[in-house]
């Protein structure tokens, strides 16, 4: 089924989130094709469906995607033929303003590492972005699971995060900009 995908990324900065999740789903997935405009996908979800993802473009925050349900079994024989690893992540679904925020916490090579997405309907949707959201990495190459599949080496994700003690710093003044941003800042 083909869909255009308009979604923002965000690093999370604490688990105050997890009070208002549900699932976890849990994930497997890699990429058979990786390149800088395109990429074919096949993700396991809870070891029962499988999904085989073609994704073309990025323009922004818009991608054209299509998916299509494909056996567990054949999906499973993919995964060994993937470039790079197969990503490992619990993937929780939080509810907020009528959006759906799906917040990734990764394992494997990647453990520690949590990211937060929100698909939106149009570029111009505004979300109400939670206290828990870190720093914005839509866009930014290095967190996109393309990159994660074909970059085993956590250390160069972590030394690019801002220090906790940055974080805490800059909490007040992003507390600010995102209620200059939405109509209210939600935990």
Same mark, same amino acid.
């Given at each position: 089924m083909r869909t255009?995908?308009?979604? /923002?990324?965000? !690093? $999370?900065?604490?688990?105050?989130?997890? @009070?208002?999740? *549900? #699932? =976890?789903?849990? %994930? /497997?997935? @890699?990429? *058979?094709?990786?390149? +800088?405009?395109?990429?074919?996908?096949?993700? $396991?979800?809870? #070891?029962?469906?499988?999904? !085989?993802t073609v994704k073309f473009g990025r323009q922004g925050m818009v991608r054209d995607e299509f998916e299509y349900r494909i056996p567990r079994r054949e999906a499973e024989e993919l995964l060994e033929r993937v470039v790079g690893t197969v990503i490992e992540k619990s993937r929780y679904k939080v509810p907020i303003g009528g959006f759906v925020w799906e917040i990734d916490v990764f394992h494997g090579a990647h453990a520690g590492l949590t990211i937060a997405e929100i698909e939106m309907l149009s570029e111009t949707d505004r979300p109400v972005l939670p206290r828990w959201l870190g720093r914005e990495v839509t866009g930014?190459?290095?967190?996109?699971?393309? +990159?994660? +599949? &074909?970059? &085993?080496?956590?250390?160069?994700?972590?030394?690019?995060? =801002?220090? $906790?003690?940055? $974080? %805490? +710093?800059?909490?007040?003044?992003?507390?600010? &900009?995102?209620?200059?941003? &939405?109509?209210? #800042?939600l935990d």
């Open positions: 255009r995908e308009i979604e /923002r990324k965000f !690093l $999370v900065r604490n688990d105050k989130w997890r @009070g208002k999740a *549900l #699932g =976890p789903s849990e %994930l /497997r997935q @890699g990429y *058979l094709l990786s390149d +800088a405009d395109k990429s074919v996908r096949i993700r $396991v979800v809870d #070891g029962r469906s499988a999904f !085989l930014d190459p290095r967190y996109s699971n393309r +990159a994660l +599949a &074909t970059t &085993t080496d956590n250390l160069l994700i972590q030394s690019r995060l =801002p220090k $906790v003690d940055d $974080v %805490l +710093a800059l909490e007040d003044v992003t507390d600010l &900009t995102r209620q200059q941003q &939405t109509s209210c #800042g």
